[in-house]
């Protein structure tokens, strides 16, 4: 796929409960697409509730909607952008040549920008005996160091001393070894977002959590626990499986946890929009969607734009 041509990537983003899921499903049926989920934690198994992975959706009209990078990965341990870029270049080439529309749905802020900036990203292995010599130096030592290795382009980089290090044990690993090569496929990438009014995504999110919790999402953790998967483990999932752990580990009370878990979501929702408009200004163009419209109408809107683009136009019916 080493041409001039530009590959077509449509990516649909938002914040949690915002309709996401259900839009891409609608456009994929419309479009002659397949999603590719762009989700951290909807890649582990026998995570279902908990991490949203609303498969009711990616059923219209008796048509299964193909989706990828769904249950992939064993509950209990751990992915990065790292895998998922890895994993994103392994299955959009196999869509593209089944004349399928890739369409890349998710909140993950991160995962979709690894994806539409070509984050250049190397599996950088842990250095024990560096990272024990930093330990000692102060946060103003570790930021000169890392400035002599690379330029200071994340503040979110040098706010604490795990990132530094870290960021330095990766600089220095690249001068040694080199930068991975830059990917072949270049993607002309039409972007939309789901924009929900504060208080009707905040009604969204409560009600989704009620929902969840009645459909057994408790349970979900407590199997999960009798797996063999440990508490920290899942706590390390964060928000529903670290609410859930700990109310079943006797530290919350049921009240207490379903209190902690709906206040954290909607601080989540609001770092997943920050995110999102932190990629605005940095040049990535957002086409806003009312998320209160239905998926049907918001469709239209996605098709009407990509009729516009030889690189769409020829997904669709």
């Not at 990516?11 to 994929?28: C, F, M, R």
Request: with cysteine.
């Amino acid at each position: 796929m080493s041409d001039h041509r530009r590959y077509p990537l449509l990516v649909i983003l938002g914040p949690t409960a915002s309709g996401k899921t259900a839009l891409a499903a609608n456009i994929a049926f419309k479009c002659r697409g397949e999603v590719i989920s762009a989700d951290s934690r909807q890649v582990y198994r026998d995570m279902n509730l908990g991490t949203g992975k609303d498969y009711a959706d990616y059923l219209i009209e008796d048509h299964a909607i193909p989706v990828h990078l769904l249950d992939i990965v064993p509950a209990g341990e751990k992915y990065n952008v790292f895998e998922f870029q890895k994993d994103f270049w392994r299955i959009y080439p196999e869509i593209y040549y089944r004349n399928n529309l890739p369409i890349l749905c998710g909140g993950s802020g991160l995962y979709i920008d690894a994806v539409i900036h070509d984050y250049q990203l190397v599996q950088v292995p842990i250095n024990p005996e560096l990272r024990k010599n930093l330990e000692e130096k102060s946060i103003d030592e570790l930021v000169a160091i890392l400035s002599k290795l690379r330029k200071l382009h994340n503040k979110s980089d040098i706010s604490e001393k795990k990132r530094l290090i870290r960021a330095i044990e990766i600089a220095m690993y690249e001068m040694e070894y080199g930068q991975p090569p830059e990917q072949e496929i270049k993607l002309k990438t039409i972007v939309f977002g789901m924009q929900t009014e504060l208080n009707f995504r905040r009604k969204k999110i409560t009600s989704r959590l009620h929902s969840r919790l009645k459909a057994g999402m408790v349970d979900e953790v407590k199997a999960l626990l009798n797996k063999g998967i440990t508490a920290d483990q899942l706590i390390y999932y964060g928000l529903e499986y670290k609410f859930i752990t700990q109310y079943i580990s006797g530290m919350l009370k049921y009240e207490e946890m379903v209190s902690l878990l709906n206040i954290a979501i909607h601080q989540f929702a609001k770092r997943q929009m920050t995110w999102f408009r932190k990629m605005e200004k940095e040049g990535t163009e957002i086409h806003w969607l009312d998320a209160t419209e239905s998926p049907l109408n918001n469709t239209e809107i996605v098709i009407d734009l990509l009729r516009k683009h030889d690189e769409f136009s020829g997904f669709l019916y």
